[in-house]
Nanobody, 114 residues
């Protein structure tokens, strides 16, 4: 069964940091480009970042560039998103996804509030 399971979300104050993880199974993770997307309350899905299958290429949405870092550990079939300098507008459910497919996890809630 193909599965993506996110973890690491929570409540954090503005300026704080969180590290999200996504455990992948059921497909050849090391051959798949992976992405993070998010959905804020009342809004549509927003692309956040993508990493190539080998990790050598990473792209970011302007809204998170220089604050977020995507990475992967192919030996552990795990995708990460390091989020720093968090802002209230980063509040959303964060999903990992296999890039260019409809495959997505169940999401993890990130709330940035004082």
């Amino acid at each position: 069964e193909v599965q993506l399971v996110e973890s690491g979300g929570g409540l954090v104050q503005p300026g704080g940091s969180l590290r999200l993880s996504c455990a992948a199974s059921g497909f050849t993770f090391k051959n798949a480009a992976m992405s993070w997307v998010r959905q804020a309350p009342g809004k549509g899905l927003e692309w956040v970042s993508t990493i190539s299958f080998g990790g050598g290429s990473r792209t970011y949405a302007d809204a998170v560039k220089s604050r977020f870092t995507i990475s992967r550990d192919n030996a552990k079939n795990t995708l990460y998103l390091e989020m720093n300098s968090l802002r209230p507008e980063d509040t959303a459910v964060y999903y990992c996804s296999r890039a260019n497919t409809a495959l997505r996890g169940q999401g993890t809630q990130v709330t940035v509030s004082s």
